[in-house]
DNA sequence: CTAATATGGTTGCAATTGAAACTAATAATA
DNA sequence: TATTATTAGTTTCAATTGCAACCATATTAG
């Protein structure tokens, strides 16, 4: 469907496309989030990496995640300020701190987990089944690239 | 592919999928502009409009591409300092500015289209016939529903 | 014709982001 | 054991963004 002939439409420009649809998506969810919980996608992001594995350091968070440590320091300082995750010098190493969801997070996690999940069958509930099927080996292909 | 039942993983999560792939298209893109032409991504979708018809005004371009009047303008002033775009008054309207590409800025738009086609193939061999079929009929659907 | 409303575009200010510099602690090397 | 190099995390400062208020012109309604 894009064009091949020299010119160039940013309506069938893949770059383009891809960045209006992914804005359009995690604006909606960021404010989902920031209006029910008072969280961004980001603070989101740490919650729901914490929910899966008890407890991580920044540096693991930033190889799970896609956010920089900068990033996940910021984050992690706000969520520490609404008492979601407590905050322990690691086992071994006083540089490292290791993070894990409080009560207060658990709490927001266990009610975050399902509102996510339906948002999104909400998005994939337009697609086709060889659509829906083919979207994460599209995705998986094209996070293995170099760009 | 994704989860079904009641976890949740941010690997399996489109909406954090579709943005950790977007943005990193996006930046590469960007520092690519950045490096070569030295412009934002901003700048150069308007470049990118502008090639496609020859005069539009702030309004015009906003309802065409994923950008509010605000970062418009800002685009615009970049644009203008940099003499690839020339604004005049519109006819009939002494609100309205239309804008189009000078020669120095057509000569950047040629330059651009080429290379941001050729990104896009390099992105687009990595899909399968198939894929490359249902990626655009994706977007389309998924930009037409309400979320 | 005048008052109210709407539209095109810009500006100001606060919040967010990015990049580099920084502190503190560990690991590696000699 | 000193010395250097890495690693974890934070801070700082400038640039970018987002939102609301703003000006100027156009349009509409009384």
Redesign the interface.
């Given at each position: 469907?894009?064009?091949d002939n020299?010119?160039?439409?940013?309506q069938?420009?893949?770059?383009?496309?891809?960045?209006?649809?992914?804005?359009?998506?995690?604006q909606?969810?960021a404010s989902k989030y920031s209006k029910q919980f008072g969280i961004s996608v980001q603070e989101w992001?740490i919650v729901?990496?914490l929910?899966?594995s008890k407890s991580l350091s920044a540096v693991s968070i930033t190889n799970?995640?896609?956010m920089d440590k900068v990033a996940v320091s910021r984050a992690v300082k706000k969520l520490l300020s609404k008492e979601l995750v407590i905050k322990y010098v690691a086992d071994g190493d006083n540089r490292r701190y290791d993070l894990q969801l409080s009560e207060k997070g658990i709490a927001l996690y266990q009610q975050l987990?399902?509102i996510?999940?339906s948002?999104?069958q909400?998005?994939?509930a337009?697609?086709s089944d060889?659509?829906q099927?083919?979207?994460?080996?599209?995705?998986n292909?094209?996070?293995?690239?170099e760009?």
């Open positions: 469907m894009s064009c020299g010119s160039l439409s940013l069938t420009f893949l770059p383009y496309r891809l960045s209006a649809l992914s804005n359009r998506v995690s909606s969810l992001r729901a990496v929910g899966e799970r995640i896609a987990v399902p996510a999940l948002y999104e909400k998005i994939m337009q697609l060889s659509e099927q083919q979207i994460f080996s599209f995705l292909k094209l996070d293995a690239i760009l």
